[in-house]
């Protein structure tokens, strides 16, 4: 996958069923991104976090899932890897017909960064 | 129109816009080429999507861009993506590919702006969406 030991890297996944998983990632502050975004002021990428969380609900559902759309993302608060150097993503997908719903939520015990809510194959 | 690099703030690895090819009102247009060294290059040779989205972001990024410039700023503004909304992905864009993206600018209050993008690759829609641009400082 993309991002995962480049962009994030998961310490410890909870499984809560076979629809509902959290993983507990570490943000790396070392990924190249930082060098353009932005130099002097490393930000975490929204899309990032989104191709994140793609990939944890791939982890989830045991294929490599594609993004077919996005109902709503919010970006709630400016994640950067020294204001979370780790997080939680939280994932719920349904199955219908070959589509996944996903629903996920990044944050930490201080906040939330990010909630999507989306339709993948 | 002029070099990107004076109108967003992003860096290699992650600069996902070549060229502002034209801006007038509240319409630009600009274009990427995906290149081997595209940042959400994937292994089978297409960019993952949310690259359709930071491109997209970063379309919008260069329109604020210039029309700050005009305005008489010297640096390109730092904008952030505070909500995506009704994505729609047609398919992965794939190297080699040239796409080219109309950002329509809606009002800004309280510093966010409402954008809509819609990005082709010749005449094929590649992607659709919505977005909330926030810039930092306003």
């Known amino acids: ?121 | 129109m002029t070099d990107i690099k004076n109108l967003i703030p992003q860096r290699s690895p992650i600069m996902m816009v070549d060229e502002l090819l034209e801006a007038h009102d509240d319409i630009a247009r600009t274009s990427l080429n995906i290149r081997d060294d595209n940042f959400f290059l994937e292994s089978d040779g297409a960019i993952a999507e949310p690259g359709v989205i930071e491109h997209i972001a970063q379309s919008a990024s260069a329109f604020a861009g210039y029309n700050a410039m005009q305005a008489g700023a010297t640096e390109p503004p730092v904008g952030y993506i505070g909500e995506v909304k009704r994505f729609r992905l047609n398919r992965r864009p794939v190297k080699g590919e040239t796409l080219v993206t109309t950002i329509t600018m809606g009002p800004t209050v309280n510093g966010v702006t409402i954008i809509t993008g819609e990005t082709v690759s010749g005449e094929e829609t590649i992607a659709t969406t919505q977005m909330k641009i926030y810039v930092a400082g306003e």
């Open chain 1, 1 to 121: 996958m993309l991002l995962e030991n480049k962009y994030y890297k998961v310490l410890r996944a909870r499984k809560d069923s076979e629809e509902k998983a959290v993983y507990h990632i570490a943000i790396l502050p070392d990924c190249s991104v930082y060098e353009g975004h932005f130099p002097g002021n490393p930000v975490c990428p929204g899309v990032c976090n989104i191709q994140t969380i793609k990939e944890c609900t791939s982890l989830l559902v045991g294929k490599e899932l594609r993004i077919l759309s996005i109902k709503q993302c919010l970006l709630t608060a400016i994640a950067t890897p020294m204001v979370c150097p780790e997080v939680d993503v939280e994932v719920e997908v349904s199955e219908s017909g070959g589509k996944y719903s996903i629903i996920a939520i990044i944050s930490d015990e201080k906040r939330q960064y990010m909630t999507f809510k989306g339709e993948g194959v």
